[in-house]
């Protein structure tokens, strides 16, 4: 086996620069790029670790890596996340409604997310608190303060703890969401319906969300902008077969908005930002590139025209790949470890060549999972990432 000659740090920095590093960065732990916590729990059993399996994301049910889990799996990055306003009490709360337990959780936008309590896989949302608004209602709903200082508290100790005692990549939560939050708090149906027949209530809402994140990074940036190392954004503008709605569409009313936040951010740090989106988002690719992206997640390779060799032809030159590890869909959750360690081979030796490739699964690891198969994919992923 190759020896490592790189920190984790230099290793993401120089991949993340098109350069080919000692091997490629292995990725864990994010919102986009987590595990399930039943998925978790079978993973530390198997391994022999104890931990608590502490919760990092209600919503996507999504638990926190603990440390010997992440140098287990040979893990380069680790992440920071800003938090809620400093008066802001949600929380979960346990309801009864047609005869089941539900576990409901209010967001800041106003947005109620549901689980229940017989099937604990995730939360879905069970209110979109402006469904029946107007555009006059806008400027009257209570839109959450992106600047709150409060949501900050103690971020710049916790990257510098990374920074400058670990040799560690320092990469952000996810932030930007300013598309998808609008038909969360719409409803999908009614967003779509409104893309086509009201597009100026469209505008108005994304300027609302666009500005709750241009205050927040205004914040976040002072924060840790000289410190963090990836910057993670994203809304999903692709589904398995195509985008989810028009691209005339998303190039007149969303990419404006995008790329002011992009370029905003650019401004003011030096770090690399991740754009999240599933799907077959190829036709969207020169769009993400023209609004300053630096790198592409989750990379859905089961979807419509996302075949690696192909999106690595392509754009390569342009985009980091962060992600596309495994057919996430048909082979990690059903193949046995042998074929997840050839399926993984496959997607490396496509991705990685002259750097741009940052290894991760295709989005977060999901509940049933099994444990072998998480440890055969990163296992491979550190034995065949090296270059030489």
């Not at 539900?102 to 549901?114: C, I, N, Y």
């Not at 569409?249 to 995008?258: A, D, E, F, L, S």
Request: charged share 25%; glycine share 8%; aromatic share 10%.
């Amino acid at each position: 086996m190759p020896k490592e000659t790189m920190t984790s740090r230099e290793r993401l920095l120089k991949a993340l620069n098109h350069e080919e590093p000692d091997r490629i960065p292995i990725d864990l732990g994010g919102n986009q790029t987590g595990i399930h916590k039943f998925a978790y729990e079978g993973l530390l059993e198997h391994l022999g670790i104890d931990d608590d399996a502490a919760m990092m994301d209600p919503v996507q049910q999504l638990a926190r890596p603990c440390e010997a889990v992440l140098e287990r799996l040979r893990v380069d990055t680790r992440y920071i996340a800003a938090g809620a306003a400093a008066d802001f009490k949600g929380g979960i709360v346990t309801n009864e409604r047609d005869g089941r337990v539900w576990h409901d959780l209010t967001d800041e936008f106003g947005v109620t997310w549901s689980m229940p309590d017989d099937e604990p896989l995730y939360m879905d949302i069970s209110h979109h608190p402006l469904a029946s608004a107007t555009i006059d209602d806008l400027a009257a709903y209570a839109w959450p303060k992106g600047d709150d200082a409060g949501r900050f508290a103690g971020l710049r100790d916790a990257a510098l703890a990374i920074r400058n005692d670990t040799p560690y990549a320092v990469v952000s939560g996810i932030s930007g969401v300013t598309y998808e939050i609008c038909w969360y708090l719409r409803g999908l149906e009614n967003w779509f319906i409104d893309m086509l027949t009201q597009p100026e209530f469209c505008e108005a809402m994304i300027d609302r969300t666009l500005k709750f994140w241009l205050d927040w990074f205004g914040v976040f940036l002072d924060e840790v902008g000289d410190v963090v190392d990836v910057i993670m954004i994203g809304d999903d503008l692709a589904g398995q077969n195509g985008p989810l709605f028009q691209p005339e569409i998303y190039r007149k009313i969303v990419k404006p908005r995008h790329k002011q936040l992009v370029q905003t951010i650019r401004s003011r740090t030096q770090a690399k930002i991740w754009y999240h989106t599933c799907g077959a988002c190829t036709c969207y690719l020169p769009d993400l590139i023209d609004n300053g992206i630096d790198a592409l997640n989750p990379v859905q390779i089961s979807a419509a025209d996302m075949d690696p060799a192909r999106l690595k032809a392509e754009f390569g030159d342009k985009l980091v790949f962060w992600g596309g590890a495994i057919d996430a869909q048909h082979v990690l959750p059903t193949a046995d470890p042998n074929m997840v360690r050839e399926h993984v081979k496959r997607n490396i030796e496509a991705f990685k060549p002259g750097g741009g490739y940052v290894f991760n699964n295709v989005h977060n690891i999901q509940a049933g999972v099994p444990a072998e198969n998480i440890v055969a994919m990163y296992d491979a992923a550190y034995e065949y990432g090296f270059y030489d």
